[in-house]
């Protein structure tokens, strides 16, 4: 796909990329931290606008595909009626694709979200039991609109779409993976969709929070977001339809964020209806895991969410100087990598190829790409994936540490372990010399506490147990 810059400046505008006032940058590697979870002041009080995780992979059932999932909703208990877990209807659901390495989306597919009930008086979110989405006794469900959003316009690739609901229970949903299947719709120019509820795919030991362990190591090894489900969105499409001109063998490597947008002005009556209006203004992004929560101050989490990437290189000593390297080297004794940090700027701002940085490797820069105007290439944050990679056959937890480089940090795969992979990149271990110990640093939790699907959405079918029982 061909798009000119005037026109890619006039489609970020359309997604409602807002730079309000300074950005953020600050992809810095962390510890052990959820990856987006309740990670800012303004959005953790607006979880459904809270986007958790952007997973992007080659299809390993179809690696013709790439597939792309963005949760939000972070931490919902399963148990957690009447009125459950839905999407947000005043608001835009983005994942956006830059192929051409200018930090400015070439291609936004946007999910907008309608409510409906069938009944308004009663309590229930369904008043039998739900053997299809068209069942009359599931009470409320939702719709969606998905379109396709590029610097020529706009086209509706889903209409009428349906939600799978949130799961129930036993009694009211029996067959709860028929619900799920039968939310999958297929796209007109080849691809699927999915919408709804599904177990959160991420992995680790949230306890970082508590002075890093309280010094000791020995404690970790509890999946703390295990039990807890999320709302997902997830995509797949032939790889041409992401790729610069449309050619994914010249073009391989595209970036991947995810972003929320709401309505500017709200309007509350005295019957607590809400009117919303005013243009869409961005409140949260997300691309690469592990950023907003512990490497940038508390003061400027806000405006990241709200900024766009193409401003990203205005806090560069977040990268190069980070801020948890020095916290372990204080409470472990693990001595901090020298700065400043030119290996994480590679890592997490430009991809990996010899021309970007010290970790001499092509991997997954847009600067690979032999379409690409290297004098318009932006470092920025964003999930990057070389699309000509294949899937591998026995594939690795630590994928481009464990030798895979089908994994991450080139794209994610739902079961790459990004925690043990982000720390050893903070304490350096693509530097010469690190120290040994570096080498096997992780937070004991090495994978999902439910297996994945093996075909599309891939991600697992929530939870249905309370937390506190799991």
Known sequence: MLIRKPSKSRLAAAAAVVAAGACVAALAPTVTVASSHREAPLVSGEPKLDNTDVYAFVSPDAPDTVTMIANW????????????????????????????????????????????????NTFLYNTGVVSSLDDPDLNYFQTYRLEALTATGSTVL???????????????????AALADAAVTHLPAGGRTFAGQADDPFFLDLRIFDLLYGANFSEVGQDTVG??????????????????????????VVGIWSTTSRQRVEVVDTL???????????????????????????????????????????????????EVPRLIQAIYQIPAPATPRQDLVEVFLTGLCKACGPVAADLNSQRLNRDIDPSKFRPSEQLRLNMAVPPARTPHRLGVLGGDNAGFPNGRRL??????????????????GHPPAVDGLGDGVNANARAFRTTFPYVALPNVAAVNQS
């Open 415 to 432: 079961a790459d372990d990004t925690l043990d992979v982000t720390l050893r990149v903070a304490e350096g271990v693509l530097l010469p």
């Open 73 to 120: 909703v972070p931490f919902e208990e399963p148990n957690g009626g009447p009125n459950f877990y839905g999407f947000a209807t005043d608001s835009a659901y983005d994942i956006n694709v830059d192929s051409d390495g200018d930090a400015l989306p070439d291609l936004i597919y946007r999910w907008t979200f309608t409510d409906n009930y069938r009944d308004r």
């Open 227 to 252: 039990g807890y489900n999320v709302n997902t969105l997830a995509i797949q499409v032939p790889r041409n339809a992401l790729a610069l001109r449309g050619d994914a063998v010249r073009n391989p």
């Open 158 to 176: 889903v209409s009428n779409g349906r939600v799978a609901p949130s799961r129930v229970g036993a009694a009211s949903m029996p067959n709860y």
């Open 272 to 322: 607590n209806q809400r009117t919303r209006y005013g243009g869409w203004q961005q409140v949260s992004r997300l691309g690469m895991p592990l950023v907003n929560e512990v490497v940038i101050p508390v003061g400027r989490k806000d405006e990241f969410n709200a900024t766009a990437p193409r401003d990203d290189s205005r806090f560069l000593p977040f990268v190069t100087s980070p």
